[in-house]
């Protein structure tokens, strides 16, 4: 059984910056990909941004160019820096892991943009 922690939500204000880490509780180093998803209340979990074993990347358009993934395998954790954060950013972060055919989630970090 894998347990992911994710860490760093909390309160910002617009335009701020979180740093979010997720720690796997054994190797990730065939986790292929590692994602954060987010959920705001009343609306469905969506992916915001992934990254395989072999470090591509994909985020979705709404965060494109403010958020980066990265991945540190012998730390076995996965991390979302998100800059220029906007109030619609407001929700609940979780992080996912594929291992072949099984799905692993955290329990999530709530992040809050507001002034």
């Known amino acids: 059984q894998v347990q992911l922690v994710e860490s760093g939500g909390g309160l910002v204000q617009p335009g701020g910056s979180l740093r979010l880490s997720c720690a796997s509780s054994?190797?990730?180093?065939?986790?292929?990909?590692m994602a954060w998803y987010r959920q705001a209340p009343g609306k469905q979990r969506d992916m915001v941004a992934s990254i395989t074993t072999t470090y591509s990347t994909n985020y979705a358009d709404s965060v494109k160019g403010r958020f980066t993934i990265s991945r540190d395998n012998a730390k076995n954790t996965v991390y979302l820096q998100m800059n220029s954060l906007k109030p619609e950013d407001t929700a609940v972060y979780y992080c996912?892991?594929?291992?072949?055919?099984?799905?692993?989630w955290g329990q999530g970090t709530q992040v809050t943009v507001s002034s």
């Open positions: 054994r190797s990730i180093f065939s986790f292929n990909p």
């Open positions: 996912h892991a594929k291992n072949y055919a099984i799905n692993y």
